[in-house]
């Protein structure tokens, strides 16, 4: 090699970037590892966004419609005069600073730009340039700036680091939510179709096919029948769930991922397992058979189509009420979304458990119960058989969703239902749950492979709490209650801890969940032999 | 640079009033037109602003959730970081705005090494709640120059805000408070690097103007020594409309009138408009209620949706295959 | 005197500047905050490294180096510095920037005592260091691509699955309609 070697320190420095300049005039570079594929043409067309073509986010001609100044400047516009809480965090921010280092991708990447006043700034300074007058007559000197690629390409770069999960908006003195700012800045990239593809696909197929991963109706079953297998195995116990039945009291949606992928499945089998034991008089819905909507990661209007078919579907089925499974945005959109798009939900009852008669007061309008309210009931009114010694192997910590802890507050119905499944049950560091939860750092659609160390550092602060809990409680089980958590979590224990795996509540309830007629149990779902049964497993083999 | 403009645009400002009125005589255009026009400015500016976020509807119920939801008795909900009821969000709000409640919101601290390190959250949390709660007091005395009988509440703020009973005149706690906690914030800004980082000049203004209004308020009450009479006579002229140009009222304070008519004029167009926004954050004052109560978006439009007739019409024969039960055989 | 009784009187000035190094491999605007947030949990890379260097040069100075804890430390930079916008070479530079440290830090008293060879034996020991490094490095990258293809192979297992691909498996078992093998596969799969 003719190249001279550089020194350590010298190779070391490389990176180093000389004084700074106004982070203004600092275009995005876009690093390999930290962004997604761009959207694919053929998964736009489907819902009919615009500007529909390939493209790579890699290259330099981003394929941009004509005009396309004007396209964003009128979003803009639009959406300030729709939204109250965009309009006002365009202007109330006094950049205090306290969200700083309240953000995961910040902590995890130390980016400056992934700071949430930073990632709102990106959307100001433009907004300040075009609508508002000191901005108009001073341009830089009152913080504006012109609308240009460099700064559309850093809106994409940026707009997707941000998982929407509201924890800065949580130590914001004005309550700015930069999820809101985001949806925004991600709506005005939807106008030129600049799109993920890990979102646009999933879009396309839950639009078409009523799922994210594009199962059609007899793979659902034939899915599901699998689980049935398994649990006829584990359990002795012959489950037969329903499909698109009429006249089922109650319909039951969760997130399709949890039919299809590890670990998600053993909280399906979980599902079914407790739904089978009550005798639940309920249905599945090869049409509504998406919980979650990553339409929501797209614009307003796509989550809307896309969360249409729960509610269709529950009066075409003539349902009484529903019940959600365990899903992070899903719930996010029930509880603070679903009845104002598609309400008013009259044509089904109020929820009143069939087991304990508790009425769902809290759930009265939109006729929508958490599986983990429905459960949590059950348990406090003694009406489930449970045994937690069958998940002392595990040693259980518990991760708040974002969207869950901070769209809705669901905080001590699954830790009841958890303390009340195993018996060895450890909270992580207080800074880093309930409301003040870290995300696992792949919410919002990015959970592609392509980002993966984006992912990875996104999620160094969930991380290093469980890690935190692993070393000091042998902690060995991270239970959540989202499915995009049990995809992504388990890849980033993978990384950072790996003795620790990752569970859906139900997983363990299912576990614990002692059913009629059943044959005594030597495995958990997982095949992992049960405390005291070790010997067992030899005879099975 | 920033910082250097910032400081230069307030040195300006206090240049132009002592100028204008050694050179130029401009008594009448800095005690009264000016006065009277910043004062418009700021009413009729902070009024279009939040008429202008009003304006915009609030499409759906997003209050971040900080506690506990309402869902079962035996679960305690936390009524006021969660609230369901109108009651709890005007708990929340009055925490927010009178207590900062967000910002007290301080991450736990965690020791290392065994040494104990504070996260500058909560020095926030005090340099700003000490600001805003003495500018507050400050700007109830100064009303007592406005009424011909000054009001037992005035002076019992006073008596308050002077209790240590030091030199003549006694010394506001509130002057010196304020002035800390802005150099404070200022420093802050200056030192913490993020925070320097995402500081606009727009963030330097407002921190010099008060600083000047603070400093030159102080300077005539201590040092300079104003004709108080006067100053009191031309206060209540202005308030009935009926401005008088008192005799022997010191430069200072003019400069010091001048400032606060910039800060006044200044405040609508600024980031200073938080004060009325903080009321208007849906992140915080709306219930978090929305499954028990149907909330209605204004502007919801009809969509473009998959019905379960489409679908079927894709997947009839799978799902007849599978058993799955079909509208139309 | 030794050296290494000379290196521990000067712990905490060598830590700091290597600290200091370390935190120079990351671009300006995010030094500051590694730096500065001092809440483990609020700034989980500034803690690891500050642990994880500080601990690494306790096993150096140690009679006996014990590669495996000494690898369990390293560990804790590497895997967060696998991650980040870094080749491999500065990923692991950090390591020898301990040397010129060492060096600027305790030349005098080297010299002073006669130290060199104690020095170079030293530094050997951060060569070793620095071996170890490089396959902690290298597995937290293999790991990194064998999540990729893990998430890739359970997006598409319950597919295989279905389409009966799963003869490999059948044929291995005593007994082909036992559900229960694809439990254990599935549960490999998962590991």
Known sequence: MATKLPKPDELSRIDYTPPKKCWMDTPAELKPGMYCWGAKAKNLNVVGFPNARDWSPAEEDWKLPKEWEGTVLEGIHDRLSKYRSFRLFMDVCVRCGACADKCHFYIGTGDPKNMPVLRAELLRSVYRKYFTVPGKLFGGLAGARELTTEVLKEWWYYFFQCTECRRCSVFCPYGIDTAEVTMMG?????????????????????????????????????????????????????????????????????????????????????????????????????????????????????????????????????????????????????????????????????????????????????????????????????????????????????????????????????????????????????NTIREQTFCCG???????????????????????????????????????????????????????????????????????????????????????????????????? | ???????????????????????????????????????????????????????????????????????????????????????????????EVLAFRSLFRNTKTESRDGKLSYGSDKWLWMAGLAFHWSFLVILIRHFRFFAADVPSVIHLIESLDSFLQIGVPLLYMTDIVLVAAVTFLFIRRVVIPQVNYISLIADYIPLFLILGIAISGILMRYLFKVHLVGVKNFAIGLINFNPVIPEGVGVIFYIHLFLISSLFAYFPFSKLMHAGGVFLSPTRNLANNSRMKRHVNPWDYPVKVHTYEEYEDDFREKMKNVGIPVEKE | ?????????????????????????????????????????????????????????????????????VGMFLDNIIRIRAVQDFTPAEALAFIFSLKKVVREEAWAEIQANGLTEELFAFESQIDDLSLISFNIYMKCREKIYEIKANEARDSTFRLLQRANLMTEIQEQGPDPEDVKLINIKRKEATK
């Not at chain 1, 458990?353 to 459960?375: C, Q, R």
């Not at chain 1, 958590?485 to 990384?495: E, F, P, Q, V």
């Not at chain 1, 614990?512 to 495995?523: N, P, Q, S, V, Y």
């Not at chain 2, 609030?58 to 900080?66: A, G």
């Open chain 1, 442 to 541: 792949s919410g919002t659609g990015l959970n592609a492979s392509e980002n993966m160390e984006l992912r990875m550092r996104g999620g160094i602060p969930r991380a290093n709490a469980v890690k935190h809990v692993h070393e000091k409680y042998g902690v060995n089980m991270l239970t959540n209650i989202c499915a995009i958590d049990r995809a992504t979590l388990k890849a980033s224990m993978d990384y950072w801890v790996p003795d620790v795996s990752v569970a859906g509540v139900h997983e363990l309830v299912g576990n614990a969940l002692i059913m009629t007629g059943e044959k005594e149990r030597t495995t958990d779902m997982r095949g992992e032999p049960l405390p005291g049964k070790e010997g067992d497993e030899n005879e099975t083999v």
């Open chain 3, 1 to 69: 005197m030794e050296l290494k009784s000379i290196l521990l009187q000067k712990k905490s000035v060598i830590l700091k500047r290597w600290f200091d190094m370390v935190l120079e491999t990351y671009p300006a605007d995010s030094v500051s905050f590694f730096k500065n947030q001092k809440d483990k949990f609020a700034n989980p890379v500034g803690a690891a490294i500050v642990e994880g260097i500080e601990k690494i040069f306790n096993e150096l100075l140690a009679r006996e180096m014990n590669p495996g804890t």
């Open chain 2, 1 to 95: 640079m920033k910082i250097i403009f910032s400081f230069f645009t307030v040195v300006l400002l206090v240049l132009l009033a002592f100028l204008g009125l050694k050179i130029a005589n401009l008594y009448y255009l800095f005690g009264v037109i000016i006065p009277y026009a910043a004062l418009a400015i700021f009413i009729i500016g902070f009024v279009y602003r939040v008429m202008k976020w009003a304006s915009s509807p609030v499409p759906f119920r997003i209050p971040t959730t900080c506690g506990q939801q309402k869902s079962f008795p035996w679960i305690k909900q936390n009524k006021i970081e969660n609230p369901s009821s109108t009651w709890g969000v005007i708990i929340r709000m009055l925490l």
């Open chain 1, 186 to 430: 991600r709506e005005l990239l939807n106008l030129l179709g600049l799109n993920i593809d890990w979102i646009a696909g999933p879009v396309a197929n839950c639009y078409k096919k009523g799922n994210h991963l594009g199962l059609e109706p007899h793979t659902i079953k034939s899915s599901m029948e699998f689980f049935l297998d398994d649990i006829d195995t584990l359990t002795g116990v012959k489950v037969e769930p329903t499909f698109n039945r009429k006249g089922a009291e109650i319909l039951f949606v969760t997130p399709s991922v949890d039919l299809f992928a590890d670990p998600g499945t053993y909280t399906a089998m979980g599902y079914l397992m407790l739904f089978h034991e009550l005798g639940l008089d309920y249905t599945w819905s090869t049409y509504a058979s998406e919980g979650g909507n990553f339409g929501v990661f797209t614009s307003n209007e796509m989550a809307k189509r896309l969360h249409y078919k729960i509610y269709a579907e529950a009066k075409r089925l003539g349902v009484k009420y529903i019940i959600g499974g365990e899903c992070g945005h899903m719930w996010r959109l029930v509880n603070q979304y679903l009845d104002t798009w598609h309400g008013p939900a009259d044509f089904m009852e109020e929820p009143v458990s069939p087991i304990t008669g508790t009425k769902f007061e809290n759930a009265k309008s939109t006729k929508m119960v958490h599986v983990i309210e429905f459960t949590a009931d059950l348990i406090k009114n003694g009406k489930l058989k449970l045994d937690p010694t069958r998940n002392d192997h595990l040693n259980v910590t518990y991760h708040d969703s974002c969207n869950t802890a901070r769209g809705m507050g669901l905080l001590d119905e699954p830790r009841y239902v958890l303390k009340n499944s195993c018996s060895n049950f450890h909270e992580m560091p207080e």
